[in-house]
């Protein structure tokens, strides 16, 4: 009996969940954590934590159009799957080394890390999801992504703080550290079925035939 989605498709989507629950979890105290860790009163840690932020996002743009770019100039997907692992392998440094942050160019430094590997991972992320998409099931297959990415960060924002309340910030850290390293680690499961030709991975079919 043929399943309704495919391998690597289901692996993408249960990734994406685990590696934004994780994320999720920090979400709701990073503020917090900055004005303890990092800072002496609440204004400077909301000055950090908006300075953190344009770190990220400002980096994240710097590099992913390069290396989107870089990508589709190599055939097949091979290259594509290891910049996603490893990129989330980057990732998962993050939060481990906010740990050990009690400066904020410190959080400033571990947020560019955090963007460099958000940028290794999310062009061959999309890539390979789009190949991969069935045939006739683009809509349901993309509402089931972000529907994850939703349960994902929802669970999280409810967790976050009764983890970080009940046992610290350095169980939350690990915590997003082992989720991220989690959700690398399922794209193994599929290293198989990634195509050395990119033309054969775009052959796809109504009634998708992949087991789990």
Do not use: C
Not at 77 to 102: A, C, H, K, Y
Not at 132 to 140: L, P, V
Not at 153 to 171: E, Q, T, W, Y
Request: hydrophobic letters at 50%.
């Amino acid at each position: 009996m043929p399943t309704i989605i495919n391998k690597i498709i289901k692996t993408l989507i249960v990734s994406d969940f685990f590696l934004n629950l994780g994320w999720g979890l920090l979400s709701p105290v990073f503020a917090l954590f900055i004005s303890r860790q990092i800072t002496s009163s609440d204004e400077k840690a909301l000055e950090v934590a908006g300075f953190a932020a344009l770190f990220y996002w400002i980096s994240k743009s710097f590099f992913e159009i390069p290396i989107g770019r870089f990508l589709d100039r190599h055939d097949g997907e091979r290259d594509d799957f290891w910049f996603m692992f490893w990129g989330l392998i980057v990732v998962s440094i993050s939060p481990i080394g906010f740990l050990f942050s009690t400066q904020p160019w410190h959080i400033y430094f571990f947020q560019i890390i955090h963007a460099i590997g958000m940028a290794m991972t999310l062009p061959p992320w999309l890539a390979i999801f789009t190949r991969h998409i069935d045939k006739g099931k683009e809509g349901f297959e993309w509402s089931v992504e972000t529907t994850s990415i939703n349960m994902g960060a929802g669970i999280a924002g409810g967790l976050g703080g009764i983890i970080a309340a009940k046992f610290g910030f350095n169980v939350l850290f690990i915590s997003v550290s082992t989720l991220t390293v989690a959700a690398a680690l399922l794209f193994l499961t599929v290293k198989n079925n990634i195509s050395k030709k990119r033309d054969a991975s775009v052959i796809l079919s109504d009634r998708p035939i992949v087991e789990p």
